[in-house]
């Protein structure tokens, strides 16, 4: 069973009872769901991801004092403040530990806990820095894609203000000139490692150095491809998963995994270098498509100042052109 499938049952035959009957005056104002670290929220998950950090829960998101609801009717006649916390958090702990097979975990994860009670602001700010999602350009530029994923997979179950829904929306995809800014930075990337470095480190018999820069040109083309498909790449153990599922350049699985996963002798490293050169053909075709460079060549790194110069906003294009990556 999925871990998603396996939360929202979970929630449903006991989570919404239990809220329904112990905190009805506050239930509308909660929200609940299942998003941020671990496979299950991606829906990546199988029998091996159930050795750790993997049972039947789900998260209650409470809005902050004075932040969400301030000068609300709400606000001025009731606390959502500690004491409601551990309240909740105690019922929470007091719902079955078995569910369909599956166990509560005695011990955390790491990194802080998944599940039970959450401040709806502590998880944006965790996530993204803000706790409202009110990004600036600096901000959108530096918050890891990986944790911006983070903010915007799962599923929310409940949400009768759409508090965390309309901040979920706010950062559910990059602004296009930052996606632009992004690609530019990544292109330049893979020009650099694919293109110019990686032979030049095959020719001085540097095996590490020439691994390590078709390394950089496959994580730096996965970033892209997934900025084509409006996408935030996922954490790296599961980016190629989520790659196959991608409708734009998805189909480029088997040839990434390949470059990182062969050795680097001079005949099979030479045709890894052409591989490059039609892995940076294809994806400049998705660029040309969608009209965001005008470069006539397969020089990645003409096509990165290409795409940076259709940033409209001036500031943000003169910015370092690694700015984003």
């Not at 551990?86 to 569910?99: A, C, G, I, N, T």
């Not at 632009?180 to 020719?203: D, F, H, P």
């Not at 190629?240 to 734009?248: G, H, M, N, V, W």
Request: glycine letters at 8%; charged letters at 30%.
């Amino acid at each position: 069973m999925k871990g998603l499938e396996l939360s929202k049952r979970y929630y449903e035959e006991y989570g919404r009872p239990m809220l329904e009957e112990k905190f009805s005056e506050i239930f509308p104002y909660l929200a609940v769901g299942l998003c941020g670290s671990g496979s299950e929220c991606f829906g990546f998950d199988d029998e091996r991801s159930q050795d750790h950090d993997f049972e039947p829960g789900f998260c209650i998101y409470v809005p902050d004092p004075g932040i969400y609801l301030k000068d609300s009717e709400f606000e001025k006649n009731n606390s959502l403040d500690e004491k409601i916390i551990f309240r909740l958090q105690r019922e929470y702990d007091k719902l079955p530990d078995v569910f369909l097979g599956f166990k509560k975990q005695k011990m955390k994860p790491v990194g802080g806990n998944r599940r039970g009670v959450i401040r709806i602001g502590d998880f944006f700010k965790g996530k993204c820095s803000n706790p409202e999602g009110d990004l600036s350009v600096y901000d959108w530029l530096m918050v890891p894609e990986y944790a911006l994923a983070e903010a915007v997979n799962g599923e929310i179950y409940f949400d009768n203000l759409g508090l965390i829904s309309s901040i979920r929306n706010k950062l559910d995809h990059y602004p296009d000139e930052i996606r632009l800014k992004k690609i530019a930075g990544y292109l330049l990337t893979m020009a650099q490692s694919g293109q110019y470095n990686y032979l030049r480190c095959v020719e001085r018999k540097e095996n590490a150095a020439a691994q390590m820069s078709m390394f950089k040109f496959v994580e730096a083309g996965l970033h892209v491809i997934f900025l084509l498909n409006g996408r935030y790449m996922p954490y790296y153990k599961w980016s190629f998963r989520a790659l196959s599922e991608l409708k734009r350049l998805g189909n480029l699985y088997d040839s990434l995994e390949f470059l990182i996963s062969s050795d680097n002798g001079v005949k099979l490293a030479q045709t890894k270098s052409e591989m490059v050169e039609d892995i940076s053909a294809l994806i400049i075709r998705e660029l040309k498509a969608e009209g965001i460079t005008e470069a006539v060549c397969n020089d990645l790194e003409k096509h990165a100042y290409s795409v940076n110069d259709h940033i409209k906003d001036g500031n943000l294009r003169n910015m370092d052109i690694f700015a984003g990556v």
